[in-house]
């Protein structure tokens, strides 16, 4: 008999690490699977970095580190918001965390009561939707469309806001899209904001270095919402850290101090090593960004070329990250002969054994009618990866 807390139960298994350990399996057992299911740089970490993780080894981090994070990091990512977003948070207002997703639940559990309305823009981040079902919030879901760039109009986030609204979820560039709001864009939704008094905003920039039109604004950069924004951010992305599991916010004090509080006893201070390997990151020269994002926008340009040649796809080219959501609907209830698709997570199990390409369905992400590929893998496995993908649509008819 299992008794399981009916908080668990509420939960979904997170459907992009899901896809991630099926490939793994697969891969086990001797089948060539090509993964574009996972949000990882396929980068190592640059070795500037990896010497500052030695260095702090033989310096002896090896003790328990303050719960915020060490004071010198703390300090390095205030420069950080200061020279690279425009944005005033002092030490005290900056929190490292194990990774942006802790981060993002430390923020929501602080700040959302049960029954509280939390404003999430579809299509979205998997573990948004869950992270506030965990805090015992409503998720509003605001759906953005393919022809609009997955972009909602003020309108929609006016028409979303009751006297229950507590939060809303912004995320840009975007997981799962890769679409890139304009500080014009996010002006006129920053004034929606300002207009309701205890709405807050979580700005999720997990993805700011990787950006290839345009620039990258920080929603905390409209002053007159700065200080009901708390700005979510780390290395895993920019630096090819996502093993370090090192995040970050800044944020009003007093949001701080309660994430402080909160992660004081969850998990007190994070892994002492990999601090000093985010204060080596933070204190680089920013080469290894800009050869990443290069490369990421050479294979943006290269998948997103090879997807439009595949029938009944519909592409839209994502500005930043290194995601592309195809709409597949026209798949939608064809059938090999063998098996009928009648939803995107269907059509990626599909993929997934007629064509051994992991993706991810849509449904996870709020948006039914897409497939999310990530693009952070090789050319030459792009390439195959969607050769594969055309043969397995194929046969769909």
Same mark, same amino acid.
Request: negative net charge.
């Given at each position: 008999m299992e008794y399981l807390s009916d908080r668990v139960k509420s939960l979904a298994v997170s459907q992009t690490l899901a896809m991630a350990q099926k490939s793994r399996e697969l891969k086990a057992k001797g089948i060539d699977i090509i993964s574009l299911s996972i949000g990882e740089p396929d980068f190592n970490t640059p070795d500037y970095i990896k010497e500052a993780a030695k260095k702090a080894i033989d310096d002896n981090y090896s003790k328990y580190p303050p719960v915020p994070g060490y004071n010198d990091l703390r300090e390095a990512i205030s420069e950080k918001?200061?020279?690279?977003?425009? @944005?005033?948070?002092?030490? $005290?207002?900056?929190? =490292?965390? &194990?990774?942006?997703?802790?981060?993002?639940?430390?923020?929501?559990?602080?700040?959302?009561?049960?029954? $509280? *309305?939390?404003?999430? @823009?579809?299509?979205?981040?998997?573990? %948004? %939707? $869950?992270?506030?079902?965990? &805090?015992?919030?409503k998720p509003v879901i605001i759906s953005a469309t393919l022809e609009n760039d997955f972009k909602i109009r003020p309108d929609q986030l006016e028409s979303a806001i009751t006297d229950k609204t507590r939060l809303v979820m912004f995320n840009s560039p975007s997981n799962p899209t890769g679409m890139v709001y304009t500080r014009q *864009?996010?002006?006129? @939704? &920053?004034? =929606?904001?300002?207009?309701?008094?205890?709405?807050?905003v979580i700005s999720d920039e997990i993805y700011e270095h990787i950006i290839f039109e345009g620039e990258h604004v920080s929603m905390a950069s409209f002053d007159f919402i700065y200080d009901r924004v708390i700005t979510v951010n780390g290395v895993s992305k920019g630096y090819a850290m996502t093993g370090w599991r090192i995040g970050f916010i800044g944020a009003p004090l007093w949001i701080a101090k309660a994430c402080n509080k909160l992660q004081g006893q969850f998990t007190s201070g994070v892994c002492s090593i990999a601090q000093r390997a985010a204060l080596a990151a933070l204190q680089g020269t920013g080469e290894s960004q800009k050869i990443m994002r290069d490369a990421f926008l050479r294979r943006r340009n290269l998948i997103c070329g090879l997807l439009k040649d595949v029938k009944g796809l519909k592409v839209?080219?994502?500005?930043? &990250?290194?995601?592309?959501?195809?709409?597949?609907?026209? %798949? @939608?209830?064809?059938? $090999?002969? *063998?098996?009928?698709i009648n939803t995107s997570d269907e059509l990626a199990l599909y993929l997934l054994d007629k064509a051994q390409v992991a993706t991810v369905g849509g449904d996870a992400f709020g948006s039914p009618e897409c497939l999310r590929i990530s693009y952070a893998t090789s050319d030459d496995l792009l390439v195959e990866a969607v050769k594969r993908i055309k043969v397995a649509l194929n046969r769909l008819s």
């Open positions: 918001f200061r020279r690279e977003n425009g @944005l005033n948070y002092s030490p $005290d207002q900056v929190i =490292v965390s &194990a990774g942006g997703k802790h981060s993002l639940i430390n923020v929501i559990l602080s700040i959302v009561n049960p029954g $509280d *309305e939390v404003i999430i @823009l579809a299509p979205y981040w998997v573990s %948004y %939707y $869950d992270q506030v079902i965990l &805090a015992g919030g *864009e996010m002006e006129k @939704l &920053a004034r =929606v904001i300002e207009k309701h008094e205890g709405v807050f839209r080219i994502p500005q930043g &990250a290194f995601y592309v959501m195809p709409d597949i609907t026209w %798949y @939608l209830g064809k059938s $090999d002969g *063998e098996t009928t």
